[in-house]
């Protein structure tokens, strides 16, 4: 028996571009859903690979500064994975403060963003990587 | 013997880290609540009471909600930790009430109680001001097709146009699985909070914290993880 076999290694994400969905007036709640891909196949990690529950964990570098704490999260049935990212008040946000998110997954280190936390609600930039 | 050849066979390998529950080991006995539920060892060093609360939370105990007020800082950036009670305190094989118990004693600055499923948390000095948030009552509240615990503030807020309310998630994602319609009569802040956390699934937890002019909550469906600052950054 000959078999072919090539590992596959998460390497980064993709994300969807959401509305901001705060409705108390001042600020942002965005949840953006990723989708995984994998070295060196450069291919989408799909519902059918069999990787639900896979853990989702993030870290942020400095440590937020309100003590504000972090979700984890898994992959869904889809491979997919959601991440919201919110601060919204019904009065003017007063926070500031400008941190490097980083997401892993399994482990694997797959994208960091920058979010901005300030008066208009979190600035959220992807510093990939994007291939 | 068959040669099988697959031009693009794909294994995936992967390293799952499970998550870690930091120094705590728990032995969850599904039947009983959760109150009566032990934790083989249960230890903090160096801890404020939010972290704690987080590490029981950590535990995974399903039917374990947990709500918890934090005494407010001059101003939301402020670091937690900065004029906080620390302690170190080591538990072996104690109930959630023990250890409920072993914290309030180690912060004493808070009491906790119990509403329902849900278990809270919260600032001893508050427990019979009529004017803390938590404790004021909402006569008559409705929610319909609310997608998160964060969409069902929004109703709270418009009844209570002179306080402060709002919300803060950096990650995860609290969802509930089916857009949520709910009405409650005569119920506090508090024990409607508790309600549209019980919602998100088996366990749950919420925070209020913040500073006095910028309180925000943050939901989860099981535990957060906290991050360490050191005193005085």
Redesign the interface.
């Known amino acids: 028996?000959?078999?072919?076999?090539?590992?596959?290694?998460f390497a980064y994400l993709t994300n969807s571009n959401p509305s901001n969905?705060c409705?108390?007036g001042?600020?942002t709640?965005r949840?953006y859903v990723y989708n995984v891909y994998?070295h060196p196949?450069g291919k989408v990690?799909l519902g059918t690979?069999g990787?639900s529950n896979?853990?989702v964990?993030?870290s942020?570098s400095p440590?937020?500064?309100?003590?504000?704490?972090?979700?984890?999260?898994i992959l869904n049935t889809n491979a997919q994975?959601?991440?919201?990212?919110?601060?919204?008040?019904?009065?003017p946000?007063?926070?500031?403060?400008t941190v490097t998110?980083t997401i892993s997954v399994?482990?694997?280190p797959v994208r960091t963003n920058t979010?901005q936390f300030s008066s208009g609600g979190v600035i959220y930039t992807s510093n990939g990587p994007t291939q | 013997m068959k040669l099988i050849r697959n031009t693009w066979s794909t294994l995936v390998l992967l390293v799952l880290s499970l998550w870690s529950l930091g120094q705590t080991r728990s032995a969850p006995s599904p039947a009983a609540p959760p109150l009566s539920q032990r934790i083989q060892h249960f230890e903090l060093t160096d801890a404020i009471l939010r972290e704690g609360i987080i590490q029981l939370a950590s535990n995974r105990i399903a039917g374990l909600h947990l709500g918890f007020e934090e005494i407010q800082r001059d101003n939301i950036s402020d670091n937690p930790r900065n004029g906080g009670v620390q302690f170190s305190i080591q538990l072996e094989n104690k109930t959630i009430h023990n250890i409920l118990d072993a914290l309030c004693e180690a912060d004493a600055r808070y009491t906790w109680s119990s509403d329902g499923i849900s278990i809270n948390i919260y600032p001893r000095a508050t427990s019979t001001d009529s004017a803390y948030l938590l404790n004021r009552t909402l006569e008559h509240i409705s929610f319909e097709n609310v997608p998160d615990p964060d969409e069902a503030l929004t109703p709270i807020a418009q009844q209570l146009r002179d306080e402060q309310i709002g919300y803060t998630q950096t990650g995860g994602d609290v969802a509930y699985a089916k857009p949520w319609t709910a009405s409650f009569q005569n119920i506090t802040v508090r024990q409607l909070i508790n309600r549209i956390a019980e919602h998100i699934g088996p366990q749950s937890l919420w925070i209020w914290q913040g500073g006095k002019d910028e309180r925000m909550f943050t939901f989860e469906r099981e535990g957060l993880k906290t991050y360490r600052q050191p005193r005085g950054e």
Do not use: H, M, W
């Open positions: 028996v000959q078999l072919n076999v090539t590992a596959r290694e969905a409705t108390l001042y600020g709640k949840s994998t196949d990690v690979d990787l896979t853990p964990t993030e942020f440590a937020v500064s309100c003590g504000t704490d972090t979700g984890n999260t994975f959601t991440d919201c990212i919110a601060q919204c008040s019904n009065q946000l007063t926070r500031s403060q998110e399994a482990g694997y979010l």
